[in-house]
């Protein structure tokens, strides 16, 4: 059972650097085709649009908010599937470091360590949420998108009272850096408690 975990996370880590790299490859022919100004209505050109623009139009919204040239957007489309690429291998390790955490701890015997594994992988996943939505916008993601609105609902009850106490930095919202380091000094306390001496995250 712990290898099957051990080879979901390696496919799952194999598959989120191939959808990077397929990213980064587009979004570099499309930077080509942009300097040397290749002919728009190539067939070429017309699939490498219809490919890059769904990835394309929300940084160059997001970099029009920030008053930055929209020409950088294909920079910002690699930058910003580097570090989504980044919470999804957070994410799946979060997941089955949790179930392989508690796995052990019920062969064990050690069920107080097993809730602690589930305890400290949620909280470990409701920081991947906060980060999530600071993404979110930055690059002005729709809330009528159903994901979206998902992660603001569930962020919703810790930031919005964090966001009513910690003053704003100018345009940056510092609530989410304070609930993160909240859940930081909790997944510290779980940890120095309910699994003392046990491994937290096996594939972070």
């Known amino acids: 059972m712990l290898y099957a975990i051990a080879s979901i996370y390696q496919a799952l880590s194999y598959l989120i650097i191939i959808a990077i790299t397929l990213v980064i490859l587009l979004m570099t022919v499309r930077l080509i085709m942009n300097a040397v100004d290749v002919n728009p209505f190539t067939k070429l050109a017309i699939a490498v649009r219809r490919m890059s623009d769904p990835l394309i139009n929300p940084a160059r919204r997001a970099l029009m ?3 930055i040239l929209p ?3 294909p920079l910002i489309v690699i930058l910003l599937a580097i570090l989504l690429g980044w919470l999804a291998t957070k994410l799946a390790a979060s997941v089955l470091s949790t179930v392989m955490g508690v796995i052990i701890a019920i062969k064990a015997g050690a069920f107080p360590a097993a809730i602690g594994y589930v305890i400290y992988g949620l909280l470990s996943l409701y920081t991947l949420l906060i980060f999530i ?3 979110c ?3 002005s993601v729709s809330y009528a998108n159903r994901f979206v ?3 603001y609902e569930v962020t919703d009850p810790l930031l919005v009272p ?3 106490m910690v003053p ?3 345009r940056f919202d510092l609530s989410a850096l304070v609930a993160v380091l909240i859940i930081w000094v909790i997944q510290v306390t779980v940890a120095g408690t309910l699994l003392r001496g046990l491994p937290l ?4």
């Open 133 to 135: 939505r600071i993404i």
């Open 137 to 139: 916008s930055w690059i």
């Open 162 to 164: 964090l966001q009513r």
């Open 71 to 73: 020409k950088y957007a």
């Open 65 to 67: 908010n920030f008053a």
């Open 149 to 151: 609105r998902f992660v």
């Open 168 to 170: 704003r930095a100018g």
């Open 201 to 204: 995250q096996p594939f972070s």
